[in-house]
């Protein structure tokens, strides 16, 4: 098991210098965000073990050709281009397929696809349009438009998100999910503990979320082979879901939007044997620390520490030599 951490490249970056940060810490390399479609110069391969695709939270009416919704949100034709980066589905598609060229020039084991469909005022009225039915389905479609580009020896893993798609990771959908995939020697699941607390509002411990977790890798039986990664933090916002306003601002501004997902979707750090609990219950092959912090140092701080509760290794076990 490799234990890794959720990195952004800026521009003055040196592969060489964050190796050795995280390296210091106990970490084994980073899930690297990609969101371009063009490759980092120099990539950085050696310390690459992941890479996260970029993502669009609303896509479907974009990829159904319904215009009278996508006009609802945009108001013109040049912001949906700004949003999808092109005109029509086929163009978005090229879209992704050179996103997915940049992010494997890093040379990940593995990628990571959000499932996910939700437009700014569903995720403030928590009313949905779509089924997860249907977004698994429509994502398992897209799919097909780039499977080619996934090279033997890589997975694209399917994360879990708080909004119809891979919502609760039941049974039966996440059958229906792989069985429209069809390609069970490229496709896993990326679990994010974080966004799965989300769906149950009434958590108020560490305890009781791995309990949850649990219980629902359970369910999955001989599925739960499947996940092979953990986005692993906490996010007890339960009190935050409950008491929300179910509307959508106006005007709604970047800021608010942001503002209202943090405020679900917390990215602190697990301070009990939770950690290790609920990664034992999943036995992955990667665990990618995805915590905030205000400076990539910091985030790293907190990475280590948390490593250590999944470890169970004392502090001076967690040092590599660098």
């Known amino acids: 098991m ?10 003055d970056e040196r592969e ?4 050795r940060l995280i390296h210091a810490k106990g970490l084994d390399g980073v899930e690297n ?3 371009g479609s063009q490759a980092g110069n120099p990539p950085f391969s050696k310390l690459t073990v992941g890479t996260h695709l970029r993502y669009w939270p609303y896509w479907m009416d974009f990829y159904e050709g319904n215009k009278d919704r996508l006009f609802e949100i945009f108001t013109n034709q040049e912001k949906i281009r ?3 980066g092109a005109e029509d589905r086929e163009g978005w598609i090229q879209v992704i397929r050179a996103n997915i060229r940049a992010a494997l020039a890093e040379k990940p084991c593995y990628l990571v696809w959000h499932v996910q469909e939700s437009t700014p005022e569903e995720a403030f009225s928590w009313r949905f349009r779509h089924t997860d039915e249907e977004v698994l389905a429509a994502t398992a479609e897209l799919y097909q438009s780039f499977r080619d580009l996934i090279p033997d020896g890589v997975f694209i893993l399917f994360e879990n998100i708080f909004w119809p798609g891979l919502y609760r990771l039941e049974p039966e959908k996440v059958e229906y999910f792989f069985t429209r995939l069809d390609d069970p020697a490229h496709t896993g699941l990326m679990f994010d503990s974080g966004h799965f607390m989300i769906t149950n509002p009434d958590l108020t411990s560490e305890k009781e979320a791995a ?3 649990r219980e629902s890798m359970k369910q999955l039986g001989e599925m739960r082979s499947l996940v092979k990664g ?12 409950r008491q929300f306003r179910r509307g959508m601002p106006v005007p709604l501004t970047d800021q608010i939007m ?3 997902i943090c405020s679900l979707d917390h990215h602190d750090p697990f301070q009990t044997r939770a950690a ?7 036995e992955p092959d990667y665990v990618t620390h995805e915590l905030f912090g205000n400076t990539f140092a910091e985030a790293v701080e907190k990475a280590r520490k948390q490593a250590l509760l999944v470890t169970g290794a004392r502090e001076t076990q967690v040092y590599h030599s660098v």
């Open 2 to 11: 490799k234990q890794l951490i959720s990195y952004y490249r800026m521009p």
């Open 16 to 19: 060489e210098e964050i190796a």
């Open 33 to 35: 965000l990609v969101y």
């Open 82 to 84: 700004q949003m999808y």
């Open 211 to 213: 309990l949850y977790i």
């Open 230 to 241: 953990i986005h692993l933090s906490c996010s007890l916002s339960g009190a935050y879901i």
């Open 258 to 260: 942001m503002r209202h």
């Open 276 to 282: 290790r609990e609920i990664v034992e219950a999943i």
